[in-house]
């Protein structure tokens, strides 16, 4: 448990890294297309900026995103004592306790520690879940939060918006470009760009699954030793398969955060999901319910 909370803060050091890096050579192709490198030095510059400021601000945001609403214990005794016992179980700070109002069943984990965390419950999950299957979600929650999974969802998260934006930026301005038929632009460059273009959002989508799939098997089995009832991880699980839909305001940028997939990707599309299937995580807590 240990090594994988060190790794997540090295994950979360090298993806900002990375991030800066990836952004510093779409610059680069901008400044080669149009003969200014002054460009590059301006997109890397915003690119250190965006980073930082995502560190601390893209909990927020993905709130934001989710239309997530903040609760005191009068608002939710239920949902609210819940989190607060397993907060003490665990001997974690007190999160800030969010609830999304969609009948989808779903919930996710955010911030940048444990210090400045939130968790959030749909009103659909609330509603289908027992209160032992509540106690396993947010035991999942909470695990994703001790784990310093948190952090490094929530960056990929905001780095994910960013190269959304440069590639929506570069597209507009390359129509534009070869609508004018400008002479000072590298037809080379301008071939480079477009396939950097092309290649961002997907990367993007390939770092978001690659900060996701095993960190929810990690934490479906730290739930299961928190709670020390594997039944109720994967009773929540089966109903989270069964009651499972698209949640209202989907953003693809803040689907690695929650338990279940809220965008509902199948077939090919399901290959490049942020989640392994709900199925695979109940064979695994199957084969291991006696070892906890």
Not at 17 to 22: K, R
Request: charged share 20%.
């Amino acid at each position: 448990m240990y090594k994988n909370i060190a790794a997540n803060k090295r994950n979360t050091v090298f993806i900002m890294i990375g991030f800066v890096l990836f952004v510093a050579a779409i610059g680069a192709l901008f400044a080669y297309a149009y003969d200014d490198w002054m460009i590059a030095a301006w997109v890397m510059g915003a690119a250190t900026v965006y980073a930082t400021i995502q560190y601390f601000a893209a909990s927020r945001i993905a709130v934001a995103m989710t239309g997530a609403k903040k609760i005191e214990k009068k608002d939710n005794p239920r949902l609210y004592d819940t989190v607060e016992n397993l907060a003490i179980t665990a001997g974690l700070p007190m999160p800030e306790v969010y609830i999304i109002e969609d009948k989808a069943p779903n919930a996710f984990a955010s911030g940048r520690d444990p210090e400045h965390s939130l968790v959030c419950a749909t009103t659909g999950l609330l509603d289908i879940m027992d209160n032992k299957e509540l106690t396993a979600v947010m035991a999942h929650e909470m695990s994703h939060v001790k784990n310093y999974d948190i952090r490094v969802s929530t960056i990929v998260f905001g780095l994910v918006c960013m190269i959304g934006f440069i590639a929506d930026i570069g597209w507009r301005i390359a129509w534009r470009s070869n609508r004018r038929s400008s002479e000072d632009s590298s037809p080379v460059g301008m071939i480079m760009l477009m396939l950097a273009i092309v290649v961002a959002p997907i990367a993007a989508s390939l770092a978001q699954m690659a900060a996701s799939r095993q960190r929810e098997y990690l934490a479906d089995s730290s739930a299961v030793m928190l709670t020390r009832y594997p039944e109720g991880m994967i009773s929540a699980l089966k109903k989270l398969e069964t009651h499972s839909q698209p949640m209202q305001q989907q953003n693809p940028a803040t689907e690695a955060m929650f338990i279940s997939n809220p965008l509902k990707k199948k077939g090919v599309n399901g290959l490049f999901s942020t989640h392994p299937p709900i199925e695979k995580r109940i064979e695994r807590l199957e084969n291991a319910k006696f070892k906890f």
